[in-house]
């Protein structure tokens, strides 16, 4: 719930946001909701001009890989970009 009493978006329809925890150079990590696993997630949003770079992509996925190797994370990346959605959970 935000400050003003409206809802945090859903992403993919899945995916309640609460609170920005970081930023770097390919985006932000928010803390989210899980809507259909109903556990708390990690969401990597990737910023619109950087995923239109496969070089980036190819850094996002290979980052993505390697978080999914660490048990009891659920980690789900989104881009405003279409089809450069992918979710993961391991």
């Known amino acids: 719930m935000r400050r003003d009493g409206s809802r945090m978006p859903v992403l993919s329809g899945r995916y309640r946001l609460h609170g920005e ?6 985006g932000s990590v928010w803390s989210a909701d899980d809507l259909l696993l109903d556990e708390r997630v990690a969401v990597k949003i990737i910023e619109d001009g950087m995923a239109c ?13 390697a978080l999914t190797a660490l048990e009891s ?11 450069t959605k992918t979710a993961l959970t391991s």
């Open 21 to 26: 925890l970081g930023r770097g150079a390919m």
């Open 53 to 65: 770079h496969p070089e980036n992509l190819g850094r996002f996925r290979r980052e993505a890989c």
């Open 73 to 83: 994370l659920t980690w789900f990346a989104s881009s405003n970009t279409p089809n």
